[in-house]
Each structure stands twice: as structure tokens, then as C-alpha cells.
């Protein structure tokens, strides 16, 4: 049998990927991956609450709501399959997906494998991650345990000076914790950062040790070039040190940019091979959040469905 759909990943993207092509008869089959995360449901699967997915006015816990999202899928139809995708063959038609213990042919494929945040695998990471240290201002920032109070970021690149000025709404001061002496952000965004007064920018410094008492209260630095360790009493500390997206797997196969990503098409989620689409944080390094992963999932669904019909 030729699968008509094939999902990769079961994070927001993917759900919502299956739920439409359920709802439009697709029978979709979902490989939920396995080794990322040991559980089905993606990046939230490792956080408390999510305060900012629309429909929870109270906010609701990232395992609820992907519990919730899987259940929508099984509810149309989608069949689950707990198995890693461990190979992909697009050259040929049907596509040939081999996972685990599985191999299916199929028609059309939505690529959903997600991305995984760089850690600095510092001592106390383990301890205090979700409680002081996350690798998410805009998800994370808003939090009571960050308001009037003092936060570190860690990174030197836009998306460290975006998160930085973010934090700036809620800390009463931002340390902006730089490897080098210089950053790899924007010149606009430089001058945001340089000209605002909750910002402290610690050149040559990286963190090292984080410490508390259930919750973060503080870090260890070092300067990278003296050596030298010094202290921040801080309750928050945000990674800002980029992705890696889960895409090894289809290097090869697909268009990847520079950095690895999923390369899709205009307004689309068509990548370069017809009939494979690629959404959410797999082909997203700008705005990675759960409702624009579930978006992008909805869009190539949609667009799968139509090319599908297309073909007859
Ligand atoms: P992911 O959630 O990364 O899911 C990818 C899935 O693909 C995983 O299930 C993985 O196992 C699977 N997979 C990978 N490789 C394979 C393979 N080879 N075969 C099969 N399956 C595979 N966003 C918000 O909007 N609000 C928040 O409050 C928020 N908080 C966050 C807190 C934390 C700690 C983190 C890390 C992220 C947070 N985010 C939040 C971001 C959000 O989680 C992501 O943007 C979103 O999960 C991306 O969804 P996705 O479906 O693209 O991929």
C-alpha cells in the first residue's frame, strides 16, 4: 500500500499538520520520533507553562497542551507511529520513508522535526532549566519570576540583542553576556542595545556555574580572556545561542540554507522537491513559537491536500 501522506515529527507543526489532513480524508500516517525528547510532542514537552498559545486564558503546561493536540489528531484519523524516521529516498516516486522498524512509500510527505536549542551544558543547568534558565525570552520573559528583577542573556547575535531589549519590559536590568569583544547583531540592533539603560553589555564573558535554592538565584562568569570568575545575582538566565535543526536527515535530499534549515518556497511550505513540504521550526529560524510551528503545519497540509487532489 502507498500512503497518500506521510508526517515526520509530532510537535505543534506536525499535530496540526495531521489534524487538517485527517479532517480532509487524507489518512495521514505520523511518525512521532522517539529520540529527541524520548516522548511524542515536541520542544513543549520540556517546558511548565505555555502562557501565550492562543485559546488558554489561564494559560495551560506544554504536555497538556501537545496531549491535547494528539488527541485531535487521533480524532481525525491520524495513524501514530512511535519510530525516528531514520532515512528518506525523494529521488524516487512513491518517496520511500524508512523508520525505525517501518518502511512506507508515499505520495506526499510533510517534513515537522523541529529544532533543538544549543545548550552550554554549564553545572546547574540541569537543576535550574525551567526554573531560572530557559532557551526562550519571548516565551519565558513575562514570567513572575523575572519581573524588578536582574537577568543575564547569553549570546551575541540578533536574536540575543532581540531578547535583551524583550527582557528590558520586565527586568529591572539585562546583563548581555558576550564570548568576544564584539557582536554579530544588526548595527541597528547594536545601537538599541548600546543606548539603553537597562542593558549592560560584559565583553569576553561566558557563564559558567549556575546556582540556588530550588530556583535560580545567581551565576558564576568567566572572563575568557583573564580567567578571572565573578558573580551575578541573577534570577534569570536566557540562552541565546541559536538552533540546530533536526535535519541531518535529509541533507542530500532536500535544500538546506547555511545553517541548516529547511529552505521553503516564497509564502509557501514547498521545499525544492514536489510533493514535500517542510513547517514549523525546521524551516523557521525567526519566529519560533508553537502557533507559528501549528500555522506552518496548517499551511502545508492544505497545500499537500490541493496538490494531492491536483493529481487525482
Ligand atoms: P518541535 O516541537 O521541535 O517538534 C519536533 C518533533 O519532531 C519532535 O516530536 C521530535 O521528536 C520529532 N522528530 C525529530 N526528528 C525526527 C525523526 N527523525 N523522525 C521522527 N520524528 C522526529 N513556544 C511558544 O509559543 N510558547 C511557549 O511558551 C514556548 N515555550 C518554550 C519553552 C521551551 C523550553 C522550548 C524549548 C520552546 C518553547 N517554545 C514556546 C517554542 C516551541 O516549543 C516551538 O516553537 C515549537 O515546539 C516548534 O514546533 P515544531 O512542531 O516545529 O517542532
Keep these: 500500500m502507498v500512503e497518500n501522506l506521510v508526517i515526520i515529527g509530532s510537535g505543534p507543526a506536525g499535530y496540526t499538520a495531521a489534524i487538517y489532513a485527517g479532517r480532509a480524508q487524507l489518512n495521514p500516517l505520523m511518525f512521532e520520533g522517539f529520540s529527541v525528547g524520548g516522548v511524542p510532542g515536541g520542544q513543549l514537552m520540556t517546558t511548565t507553562e505555555v502562557e501565550n498559545y492562543p485559546g488558554f486564558a489561564q494559560g495551560i503546561t506544554g504536555p497538556?497542551?501537545?496531549k491535547e493536540m494528539r488527541q485531535q489528531a487521533q480524532r481525525w484519523g491520524a495513524r501514530l507511529i512511535r519510530e525516528d524516521v531514520i532515512k528518506v529516498d525523494f529521488s524516487q516516486r512513491p518517496f520511500i520513508?524508512?523508520?525505525d522498524e517501518t518502511e512506507v512509500q508515499a505520495l506526499a510527505v510533510i517534513?515537522?522535526?523541529?529544532?533543538?536549542?544549543k545548550r552550554l551544558h554549564i553545572l546547574g543547568e540541569e537543576e535550574f532549566w525551567n526554573n531560572g534558565i530557559s532557551a526562550c525570552a519571548i516565551c519565558d520573559g513575562a514570567s513572575p519570576l523575572f519581573r524588578n528583577t536582574e537577568v543575564a542573556v547569553v549570546g551575541g547575535g540578533d536574536s540575543a540583542a532581540e531578547e535583551a531589549l524583550y527582557l528590558t519590559k520586565y527586568a529591572s536590568l539585562v546583563y548581555l553576556l558576550v564570548r568576544r569583544d564584539r557582536l554579530r547583531a544588526s548595527k541597528t540592533m547594536q545601537e538599541?542595545?548600546?543606548a539603553h539603560t537597562q542593558i549592560k553589555i560584559h565583553w569576553h564573558t561566558v557563564p559558567v556555574v549556575a546556582y540556588g535554592d530550588e530556583?535560580?538565584?545567581?551565576i558564576q562568569v568567566q572572563n575568557t580572556l583573564?580567567?578571572?570568575?565573578?558573580e551575578f545575582s541573577v534570577n534569570g538566565l536566557f540562552y541565546a545561542i541559536g538552533h540546530t535543526p533536526n535535519t541531518r536527515l535529509f541533507q542530500g535530499q532536500i535544500t538546506l540554507d547555511e545553517q541548516g534549515y529547511i529552505i521553503t518556497k516564497g509564502k509557501s511550505t514547498a521545499t525544492n522537491v514536489e510533493g514535500v513540504w517542510a513547517a514549523g521550526d525546521v524551516q523557521d529560524h525567526h519566529y519560533r513559537q508553537a502557533i507559528t510551528a501549528a500555522g506552518t503545519g496548517c499551511m502545508a497540509a492544505l497545500e499537500a491536500e490541493r496538490w494531492l487532489s491536483q493529481k487525482g
Design 215 to 218: 530556583i535560580l538565584q545567581g
Design 97 to 99: 520513508i524508512t523508520a
Design 64 to 66: 497538556n497542551l501537545m
Design 192 to 194: 538599541r542595545l548600546f
Design 111 to 117: 517534513i515537522c522535526t523541529g529544532a533543538t536549542a
Design 226 to 230: 583573564t580567567k578571572e570568575v565573578s
